[in-house]
């Protein structure tokens, strides 16, 4: 036979897209097969049993339709396209989930189509009940609740709640996946099969659970109706209420049903009984009723029956299949939570090895520490043996300084009583000083009235003169000059020279009182500073006393020489005990210069008797001026109180 003979006889084909719940499936279908020859490929490759349930469904026109059985696919009306599309749905629902849905497949696939009518607001439900249906929508889909896998957030992308319900209340999508997950939390130990026959058990008692609606009307007041067609009979619902019907025929009450064109009657199986009778709006809707309706009752008699044998294997199958997956799953449940106790024995072993390698770690480290310190501590012997010898030998050596200190210490002493003896024999040179300041001050006072007197004696001896003068000559001059050297004036000349040899020793003498008191100071100062430093050595002797230091008795007694050198001091010298210094007094006075014996002392602004423009007297310093009729005289003063001013 020729290859073109071969491709002669290969019967054609056609392409069909069958979607079911969760998955898409093309077959290539040859052009005299039926329905039942497509159905039958469908159910083989998904695995299904239970067949009686669904049907391949298409829309044509805006209608749904089912897929006939009997007839050759191409010749019914289905949607001319390539491929061509069928849904593959359930199109009768059981009574009893429980006890009618035997394979895990068949359960699967009405999980799926029933919560997407429930998502597609197609059966109604409350929002608590909602709720509950998510959370075993969620434990089918993930299994138990795993708080370390299952963070916050993880359902946002699933689709769990009809949008009507996500409108009716004002909560973000946050606070419904906490409720959800609250309810999900308590399904722990569910299996995926048992989650979704739990979702199946709720969803059946739901009013619009598993029911077909059609729009009709009835002849009498044209009232807009719903017709519904379920597995437990024909209900009749007003427009505006599909929970609750208004009229009900049950399967076991109904004799016939039966449609002419538009018309479709049911007769009910008591014939006094009124038979009802409405319209749809096509032919085609009348058809897809009454499809339902022989289905439905079918399948409501064949429960009522008894089981054929294979239903009685697929039961049998399905009961062993449950025990086994029951065993299995307590198995599974048994091997997780020995694995979750081998993993926290794992965890708890481990920690305990770690505590145990830290225990050691630290073992080895104290063992090395102790090491450490016994050889330190051996260190710290030898250190100790050493410092305990060098001690020894300290403490003798403390033991002899001891000795030489108290021998020190008496020396010390002595010396210290020598010291203080020549201290206060310095003190009462220093009272003896202060003794004869005061006898040389009265010795001064004494000179001063002396002086005073004489200078009244030359006033009034000048007065005397001046007053002959003016008598024997009227006419002359108040003062006249004097005229040269004579025979006649001899006397004068003699009382001009004495009073020129007075100057001379005047002047004589002051040096000497200022050489005298510049000496007498700078020693004075010496020996204050001796007394101070002195008293200063003792205070820190007393101080010190512990120490027993020794001081060189030679420093005591350049002290005491000083002091012995302060006795050779002009007597006309004294301390002024009010301001701690020393002043100086004069032990004679001179006659004053007889040519300014007319002149009055100028007087300054501190009211002593210093030259207008020199310096005040009362600082005690050596003031000098001219004085007289050109002659340079040097006036020293010395001032003891403020009181006594002596010029000279």
């Not at 608590?128 to 992308?157: C, M, R, W």
């Not at 104290?366 to 030998?393: N, V």
């Not at 510049?518 to 205070?539: G, P, Q, T, V």
Request: hydrophobic letters at 35%.
């Amino acid at each position: 036979m020729s290859i073109r003979g071969l491709k002669k006889k290969q019967p054609k084909t056609f392409k069909v897209k069958v979607i079911t719940m969760d998955a898409e499936m093309e077959f290539s279908c040859e052009m005299k097969w039926k329905g039942k020859d497509l159905f039958d490929l469908v159910c083989r490759t998904l695995g299904l049993r239970e067949t009686w349930f669904f049907g391949l469904q298409y829309t044509i026109k805006g209608v749904c339709a089912w897929l006939k059985m009997e007839k050759k696919v191409l010749e019914q009306e289905i949607p001319k396209e390539d491929p061509t599309q069928f849904r593959f749905l359930a199109k009768f629902y059981p009574e009893k989930v429980e006890e009618e849905l035997l394979q895990e497949i068949t359960q699967h696939l009405f999980f799926l189509q029933v919560k997407k009518q429930i998502l597609d607001e197609e059966i109604h439900c409350s929002p608590e009940v909602t709720v509950l249906l998510a959370s075993y929508a969620v434990q089918a889909k993930y299994g138990d609740y795993d708080p370390n896998f299952h963070k916050p957030g993880f359902l946002i992308q699933d689709e769990l709640l009809p949008k009507r319900v996500l409108k009716q209340y004002q909560m973000t999508v946050h606070m419904w996946e906490e409720k959800i997950t609250a309810w999900y939390a308590e399904h722990r130990g569910i299996a995926r099969d048992e989650a979704e026959m739990n979702y199946l058990k709720i969803a059946q008692d739901l009013a619009m659970y598993g029911v077909n609606y059609f729009p009709i009307e009835q002849n009498k007041n044209h009232r807009d109706l719903l017709l519904g067609v379920d597995a437990k009979g024909i209900h009749v619902y007003s427009i505006n209420n599909r929970f609750s019907p208004n009229r009900s025929f049950e399967w076991s009450a109904i004799r016939n049903i039966s449609y002419s064109e538009k018309e479709l009657t049911i007769k009910p199986l008591d014939k006094k009984a009124e038979v009802f009778k409405f319209f749809s709006s096509q032919l085609k809707v009348n058809k897809l009723i009454l499809q339902l309706c022989i289905g439905n009752h079918d399948l409501f008699m064949k429960r009522r029956r008894v089981d054929s044998i294979e239903i009685q294997q697929m039961k049998a199958q399905a009961r062993e299949e449950k025990a086994r997956k029951k065993m299995e799953h307590q198995r599974l449940a048994r091997e997780k939570q020995l694995r979750e106790e081998a993993e926290r024995a794992k965890d708890e072993l481990e920690r305990r090895m770690f505590q145990l390698e830290a225990e050691a770690r630290q073992a080895n480290e104290a063992l090395l520490h102790s090491k450490e310190t016994a050889e330190l501590l051996a260190e710290k012997a030898q250190i100790a043996e050493a410092e305990a010898k060098l001690l020894a030998q300290n403490a003798a050596e403390a033991e002899q300084e001891r000795q030489r200190l108290e021998i020190t210490a008496l020396k010390t002493k002595e010396e210290k009583r020598l010291m203080e003896q020549k201290v206060r024999d310095a003190e009462r040179m220093a009272a003896k000083l202060v003794k004869e300041s005061h006898l040389r001050t009265k010795e001064t006072e004494y000179l001063k009235q002396d002086l005073s007197e004489a200078r009244e004696a030359e006033r009034r001896a000048k007065q005397q003169l001046l007053d002959v003068t003016w008598v024997s000559h009227p006419h002359t001059n108040l003062y006249p000059q004097p005229s040269p050297v004579e025979d006649g004036d001899l006397g004068t000349e003699k009382g001009c020279m004495r009073f020129d040899l007075k100057d001379i020793d005047l002047k004589r003498l002051s040096l000497e009182i200022e050489r005298e008191r510049l000496d007498y100071l700078e020693k004075r100062k010496n020996f204050e500073d001796r007394l101070k430093e002195l008293k200063s050595e003792i205070h820190a002797l007393k101080l010190e006393e512990k120490q027993k230091q020794k001081r060189p008795v030679s420093y005591w007694n350049e002290v005491f020489v000083s002091v012995d050198t302060l006795k050779k001091a002009p007597s006309w010298i004294k301390p002024n005990e009010k301001g701690g210094r020393w002043e100086e007094s004069l032990q004679r006075a001179s006659p004053p210069d007889p040519l300014n014996a007319l002149s009055s002392w100028p007087r300054n602004n501190n009211n002593c008797h210093c030259t207008t423009g020199e310096k005040c007297s009362r600082t005690n310093t050596l003031v000098s001026n001219n004085v007289g009729t050109g002659t340079y005289k040097n006036i020293v003063k010395v001032q003891q109180h403020d009181s006594d001013v002596i010029y000279i």
